[in-house]
């Protein structure tokens, strides 16, 4: 009886193990994947280019996720997955548009910053040609959010005063563009202030309430 305890818990823990290796390599690729999507966009990145970044054989890289449209896929669905329950939480609930507009900042820009490839990246890619894969992914992914709820709580913080009266995809693109911009122009303004990445990730981190302040400041009566 204790040889066939001792078996099976020789089996389980090899089980736990190789899920933990599992699970690291597979991050390791992801990594790896981000930062060669962001230097090179989708069209011109390899699975050799990632394969190599990760510091793994191609082999390993196709045996888990089989092809480049598979990895870009899981990197949008983690970046995008997180981030549309949270809108959706947002605007789905009662309370002041204050409030609601300064979370809103907040989760967009938190994602921005956990994947500060992503801003640029797409951008290129909405570029790239009508087929393009990420464009799809992106366009679906973003049909997602509810910018009708959005567009509702504009109309309705207008009519209770709580707004200057502004047309709501007017103040959506002043949202977006504040919070995004710094990300695609980094390497510019990084090196137009002279500042080192530390310093360049403060500054992105305190947007959060600066983009928040500067919008309410605009629309307030």
């Known amino acids: 009886m204790g040889i066939v305890l001792q078996t099976l818990l020789t089996k389980w823990l090899n089980q736990v193990v190789n899920k933990e290796k599992d ?11 981000r930062r060669v999507f962001f230097q090179k966009g989708m069209a011109g990145a390899r699975m050799q280019d990632i394969a ?11 045996y888990y996720f089989r092809s480049k449209e598979n990895l870009h896929e899981v990197i949008f669905q983690q970046a995008f997955g997180t981030m549309m329950p949270k809108v959706a939480e947002i605007f789905g609930k009662e309370g002041a548009f204050e409030d609601k507009l300064r979370a809103f900042v907040d989760v967009y820009i938190s994602m921005a910053l956990a ?7 797409v951008l290129g890619e909405m570029h790239s040609g009508a087929d393009s894969i990420v464009k799809k992914h992106f366009l ?6 509810p910018f009708h709820k959005i567009r509702q709580d504009i109309h309705d913080a207008v009519k209770r005063g709580e707004i200057l009266p502004i047309e709501p995809p007017q103040l959506m693109l002043n949202v977006m563009a504040l919070c995004l911009f710094p990300f695609i122009a980094r390497p510019l303004f990084q090196t137009i202030n002279q500042l080192t990445d530390p ?9 959060k309430k600066e ?11």
Do not use: C, W
């Open 199 to 207: 310093q360049y990730d403060k500054l992105l981190k305190a947007r």
């Open 115 to 121: 994947n500060p490839f992503l801003p640029m990246f």
């Open 52 to 62: 190599d970044e990760a510091g793994i054989n191609k082999a390993l890289l196709h």
């Open 23 to 33: 699970f690291s390599t597979e991050q390791k690729i992801l990594d790896a994947a």
């Open 140 to 145: 679906a992914n973003m049909q997602q959010l």
């Open 211 to 221: 983009v928040a302040n500067f919008i309410l400041r605009s629309i307030r009566p």
